[in-house]
Nanobody, 124 residues
Framework: VQLQASGGGLVQAGGSLRFSCAAS????????KGWFRQAPGKAREFVAA????????YYADSVKGRFTISGDNAKNTVYLQMNSLKPEDTAVYYC??????????????????WGLGTQVTVSS
């Protein structure tokens, strides 16, 4: 299974970016897809997740109201629209995929597959 993310970059505070993450190499239907991020010197943290079956969405408090996760079943692709970006959003962003039901949406250990990560830098 491969998760290919794209859409990172450099943006000024208040700006927007949109990530996409396309999954390939498997025939099963994902249960949940998520986005995490890791800033220098910090642990990887949960950003947003979506249940692939019912589209339930979950967000970290720090991004609620600014970020939106969505998905395209036909393309097996998950998106993360990031608006009103802040310097503290600077991090490497990772997409993740969980195959089976259950687990939490916020623990990294509850995801089975990971993308390589893409850098977001928000300048003040």
């Amino acid at each position: 299974v491969q998760l290919q993310a794209s859409g990172g970059g450099l943006v000024q505070a208040g700006g927007s970016l949109r990530f996409s993450c396309a999954a390939s190499g498997h025939t099963f239907r994902s249960y949940r897809k998520g986005w995490f991020r890791q800033a220098p010197g910090k642990a990887r943290e949960f950003v947003a997740a979506i249940n692939w079956g019912d589209s339930s969405q979950y967000y970290a408090d720090s991004v609620k109201g600014r970020f939106t996760i969505s998905g395209d079943n036909a393309k097996n692709t998950v998106y993360l629209q990031m608006n009103s970006l802040k310097p503290e959003d600077t991090a490497v962003y990772y997409c993740a995929d969980r195959a089976g039901r259950g687990g939490t949406y916020y623990y990294t250990s509850d995801y089975d597959y990971w993308g390589l990560g893409t850098q977001v830098t928000v300048s003040s």
